[in-house]
């Protein structure tokens, strides 16, 4: 006749084995999901830094462009530490639109035109390092185009009207005789959502702003935009006329020099 035996050990042993192993489950959900933190935030510091350093690219001097990138992506906290941008992890390069790829130039910045900027750090474990596990290096990349010069400088002029031509036609269609430099209210406003199409379409044409010292009533004419503040501070002054638009659309001045 057979015998049960007591099995109680067995269970206690399998019941070890089966915590273990939910141990070393919840050592992987959790610690991966913080790797994958830990690399969102990284990708955020590349991205405000590679970002800091395209916008340099465009300003003066174009040579601040790692220490821009480096200010803008250490701002960014890591784990509630600082992330470290690296000198040689911005690197500058050329965007090929087409093919969507980064070519490092050798570090120049006055022939780049984007910044490729690498953020690493060494992956920190909650659980796992119970169980022995090696940290994991962790890093994040982004490249920013500070945008090409056009191909070609007739491509596009800024405008704007006359301030006193719009203000004439809201005049006429509120029957007032008041004068064009005026400041616009929001009764003037108001007007001009109540206008048709035709009353607010104007005909305009480029040329001089003055013939005779009659003012054209259908100029429009280029627009100053001038640097608020350069990069080192100092204040910018407009840029006037049609060749210095034509030289900042084409990216080189007369002499051939990038600007």
Known sequence: MLRLRNRRGAIAIFTVLLFLALITSAAVVVDIARMQYMRNELQTAADAAALAGAVQLLRTPKTDAVA???????????????????????VYGNWDRTARTFTPNGNDPFTADAIQVTVRATSSYLIANALGWGTKPVAARSVAWAGPSVSRATCMKPWAMWYGLLMQRINAYEGTSSDPTRPMTPEDL???????????????????SQQGQVLNSGNY???????????????????????????????????????
């Open 221 to 259: 004419y280029a627009v100053d935009l001038p640097p608020v503040q350069y990069a080192d501070g100092t204040t910018g002054n407009p840029l006037t006329g049609g060749s210095p638009y034509r030289d900042a659309l084409a990216g080189v001045d007369r002499d051939g020099n990038p600007i």
């Open 68 to 90: 821009k990138a480096q200010l803008f992506g250490q701002s960014n906290a890591l784990m509630n530490t600082s992330v470290t941008v690296n000198d040689t992890d911005v």
């Open 190 to 208: 108001q007007a001009l959502r109540d206008m048709s199409d035709a009353q607010r379409t104007f005909t305009l044409f480029l040329g001089n």
